[in-house]
């Protein structure tokens, strides 16, 4: 019987062991037992915990939508201005740890399996409404409210394939992609007002 009081623990130990394990082999057709091994406890405990490997990757994903949503609040709440939480937002989704190899390597099997699980594929489909609702809150401040969802559409196409990019070794470093992707967004700004929105220094 789970110690009282570790499950929260082991919880987030089989959840880490997840994402390292697919990241590592770059596809969710790993077992339970080899994500067990990694994090140091049983394929019983571990079942115990989630039932099923699918439950468990399910948790895995939520685990790496929540850590994004907790970045993403505390960003906006430390920016001043609508401009400076637009530039928040593109930094918290180009922050380095979100690039970690065996990171970049599970989103993608993510994204992958979503073409085959529909509950897959509706938690990608909330990161993605997520990021444009968060690009809208600053950007509707600056331009038109249609500009503004063209813009947010387009800022967000250019984070997730700036990041696809990365799992080719083919995409800028992080900094240059944040600079691309300010690039586009002053550029469009720009095209749709005065010009008074320069990015922040970042």
């Known amino acids: 019987m789970p110690k009282v009081g570790m499950e929260p623990v082991r919880r987030k130990a089989l959840v880490d062991a997840a994402l390292r394990v697919i990241g590592d082999q770059g596809t969710l057709a790993v077992t339970m037992s080899e994500i067990a091994r990694t994090a140091g406890v049983s394929p019983a405990l571990a079942h115990h915990y989630f039932g099923s490997k699918e439950q468990l990757l399910i948790a895995t994903i939520r685990s790496l939508l929540g850590k994004l949503r907790d970045d993403a609040v505390a960003a906006m709440k430390a920016a001043a201005t609508p401009r400076e939480r637009v530039s928040a937002l ?14 970049v390597a599970a989103w993608l099997a993510f994204y992958s399996e979503a073409q085959r699980s529909e509950e897959v594929r509706r938690l990608l489909v909330i990161y993605a409404r997520r990021l444009r609702s968060n690009l809208l809150v600053g950007l509707r401040a600056l331009c038109p409210a249609d500009d503004a969802e063209r ?5 967000a196409a250019m984070i ?3 990041y696809i990019r990365q799992s080719l070794k083919s995409a800028p470093s992080i900094e240059a992609s944040v600079a691309l992707t300010e690039d586009y967004v002053n550029a469009h700004l720009r095209a749709n007002g005065d010009g008074k929105y320069p990015s922040p220094r970042v």
């Open 90 to 103: 593109i930094r918290v989704s180009f922050r380095a740890d979100q690039f970690a190899p065996e990171t």
């Open 151 to 155: 813009i947010a559409e387009g800022a």
């Open 160 to 162: 997730d394939g700036l």
